[in-house]
Structure formats: C-alpha cells, structure tokens
C-alpha cells in the first residue's frame, strides 16, 4: 500500500515538474517584434507623456524585455531600450544587418555561392527561410538572398 502511495507520489511530482518547467521555458522565451509603421516613437517610460528617445521604422526588429500594461519595453541590436505601445509592434518576422559595415547576400547558403547584392550595417530584411546558419532574406528592393545569420539581429 505504501509502495503504490510513493510511486503515485513521484508519479504526480514529476507530472508537476515537467509541467511547470514547461511553463517556465514559455514564461521566460525570448520575445522579438517588429514595428509595424513608419515614424513609431519610443518612449523613456511606459506612457505618451513620456519623453521620445527614437523614432523607428516599419519593420524594426525589437526584443521585448518586459511588459507594463499596453506598454513593452524593449532593446534593439545596439542594446538601445526604451518602451513602445503594443499596438505599433506584430510578431517579428525581421531582422536588422548588425555586422561591421556591409554583409554579403549570396544566391545559395554557402560563402562559396556568388555575391548578389552588399547590405549596409542597420538595413531590414524580412526573413523567409532558414537553413543551418544561414537565413534566407528579401531586401525592401525585392531582391532574395541569403545571408550568414552571425551577422543579422535577432
């Protein structure tokens, strides 16, 4: 009788454990939007009366680092924080060139592949597929490559 009450115990323990590590992992995953029009003001606190820091636009990658109400405040590729409404952000399908100067864009993923187009430190790019530690892209141009994701944000 004991034995069925410690294995049903340890049974419901690590139900419990699994379950809560699962929520643990969701609760503190790492949340990047994209702004969602152009000339959206950051803010230094959660709030319109709050002095603007930047001014960003559409399709700027940001990491969410908290949330205060309707407000988020967030960093960007060069660790700039500040708090912008939720209603001028979507789920990030951005990223931003955050290499030295310029990154290449090549035909295939493969430093091997032919050079298509140079993309300047700070350009957006919409993010289409992703192979290995490659990420295949689309200029605001329309022109599709891929690119080396050491060398984008996020």
Do not use: C
């Not at 409404?85 to 310029?102: E, P, Q, R």
Request: aromatic share 10%; proline share 3%.
């Amino acid at each position: 009788m004991f034995t069925s009450f410690f294995r049903n115990l340890a049974i419901s323990a690590a139900t419990i454990i699994t379950f809560s590590l699962g929520s643990f992992t969701q609760a503190n995953a790492v949340n990047y939007v994209s702004v969602s029009s152009d000339n959206v003001n950051v803010r230094t606190g959660p709030g319109t009366s709050y002095q603007v820091t930047m001014e960003l636009f559409k399709g700027y990658p940001l990491k969410v680092l908290s949330t205060q109400a309707d407000w988020l405040k967030v960093t960007d590729f060069e660790n700039d924080n500040g708090w912008i409404h939720k209603s001028l952000v979507v789920s990030g399908n951005t990223v931003i060139v955050s290499g030295s100067k310029s990154v290449n864009m090549r035909t295939e993923p493969s430093t091997k592949s032919a050079i298509i187009a140079n993309v300047d430190r700070g350009v957006v790019l919409t993010k289409l597929e992703s192979k290995g530690k490659w990420l295949k892209v689309k200029h605001a141009s329309g022109v599709i490559g891929w690119m080396y994701k050491p060398l984008l944000w996020p």
